[in-house]
Structure formats: structure tokens, C-alpha cells
């Protein structure tokens, strides 16, 4: 199975703040990559798709990137609805496999 | 506009059975694959299971094959997860969702709000 390394775990910003969160492949993936955002008691929601992709609705702030088998996703300007847990996902190969996660709290 | 709704979580002992279903309204269901991701308990995302527009590919994480039945009913814009031989680690929350695109590898753009399903004694 691919493995899907998301660091860091946690990460404390403050409002307008910008952060990076990365996400490390095992083996190469091409750009089958989407990121996602999770709120408590939610159903995940897609912020970016096929790695650099803006799903539509969801904010320009919100900018993924890829260089070979690291991907990130870049948060600019940080809002207040933009804390939340972030989510990378590889579609590449059979099973599809998440990254562990990266819960952006307040500072 | 489109909406997913799971059903038919619950508490179910340790070896018992369960069947999941996700009913889905606003979007041509026949057109697109469709999957199940859960996530235990303050844990986080795993993906289960997927189907294809026709029912004629399935596949499967490891840890639920022969035990999981992914299946759709494209008349009733329905999709089904039937759960057997359910372990503790199965508890999860269960949440339906589509692909983006018309393949099977491709990103989940539209998401249910999930069904609890609990395996206990």
C-alpha cells in the first residue's frame, strides 16, 4: 500500500497568518492527489483535487502544490472557519490511502 | 442540489451483521463511482471500499475483504455496504461519497454526513 505522510500533526496560527502543511508519498503518484477539510461532527469537505487543483466554491487562499512525491497544501491569510483538520489523500493505487491528518488550531 | 444520505447504522455484537445504505438525489448517480470511507473514533479517515458505475468493479482495503459487500442500485440512485463478521475496530463512522470524475481514481467531491456504526457486546 502507498503510504501517505502528512506533517505536522498539529499546528497553531493565528488569524492572517499562512501555513504549509505537507504531505509525503511513498512511491510516486503523479498528481493523484486531493486535500480535504474536516470540522468537528462533519463530513469531510474537497478543497483541492488532482494536487493543485481548486475545487470549485472553495477559496483562492487555499493553494496545493507538488514536486515528485511531496505535495503541500498552502493556506494564506488564514479566516476563522479556516480551523479545522486538513486531510491528504492519494487515488493513485488500490486502496486509496489518507494521511493521518493535521489539525490547524488557534493560537 | 446534491445531497447523500447515509443509513442503517447501529449497535451490532462482536460477529453480527450490517447493511449500510446511502441514497443519493441531485446528481446522475448511474454516471459516477461511488464510495465508503470511515473514521474511527477520534481517528482519522480510512478508505473501505468502492463500485463503479455498473456494479462490475469492486475493490477493497485489505482489512475488510471477504467481509464487506460493496453493491448499487442505479434505478433507486442507491448505493450499499453490507458489513459481516464485524470486528470492534470496524466501529466507525461511515460516510458515502462520489468520485469526481467519471473514473475510479479520482478525488471524493460530494459527501454524506455519515452513520455511526458501533461493534460491541
Known amino acids: 500500500d502507498i503510504q501517505m505522510t502528512q506533517s505536522p500533526s498539529a499546528l497553531s496560527a493565528s488569524i492572517g497568518d499562512g501555513v504549509t502543511i505537507t504531505c509525503r508519498a511513498s512511491?510516486?503518484?503523479?498528481?493523484?492527489l486531493a486535500w480535504y477539510q474536516q470540522k468537528p461532527g462533519k463530513a469531510p469537505k474537497l478543497l483541492i483535487y488532482?494536487?493543485?487543483n481548486l475545487e470549485s466554491g472553495v477559496p483562492s487562499r487555499f493553494i496545493g502544490s507538488a514536486s515528485g512525491t511531496e505535495f503541500t497544501l498552502t493556506i494564506t491569510r488564514l479566516q476563522p472557519e479556516d480551523f479545522a483538520t486538513y486531510y491528504c489523500?492519494?487515488?493513485?493505487?488500490?486502496?486509496?490511502?489518507f494521511g493521518q491528518g493535521t489539525k490547524l488550531e488557534m493560537k | 442540489e446534491v445531497q447523500l444520505a447515509e443509513s442503517g447504522g447501529g449497535l451490532v455484537q462482536p460477529g453480527g451483521s450490517l447493511r449500510l445504505s446511502c441514497g443519493v438525489s441531485?446528481?446522475?448517480?448511474?454516471?459516477?463511482?461511488m464510495n465508503w470511507v470511515r473514521q474511527a473514533p477520534g481517528k482519522g479517515l480510512e478508505w473501505v471500499a468502492n463500485?463503479?458505475?455498473?456494479?462490475?468493479?469492486?475493490y477493497y482495503v485489505d482489512s475488510v475483504k471477504g467481509r464487506f459487500s460493496i453493491s448499487r442500485d442505479n434505478d433507486k440512485s442507491s448505493m450499499y455496504l453490507q458489513l459481516n463478521s464485524l470486528r470492534a475496530e470496524d466501529t466507525a463512522i461511515y460516510y458515502c461519497?462520489?468520485?469526481?470524475?467519471?473514473?475510479?481514481?479520482?478525488?471524493?467531491?460530494?459527501w454524506g454526513r455519515g452513520t455511526l456504526v458501533t461493534v460491541s457486546s
Open positions: 441531485g446528481f446522475t448517480f448511474s454516471t459516477h463511482w
Open positions: 463500485i463503479n458505475q455498473d456494479g462490475t468493479e469492486k
Open positions: 512511491q510516486r503518484i503523479s498528481n493523484y
Open positions: 489523500q492519494q487515488f493513485h493505487d488500490y486502496p486509496f490511502t
Open positions: 461519497a462520489s468520485a469526481r470524475g467519471f473514473g475510479g481514481y479520482d478525488s471524493l467531491d460530494y
Open positions: 488532482k494536487a493543485s
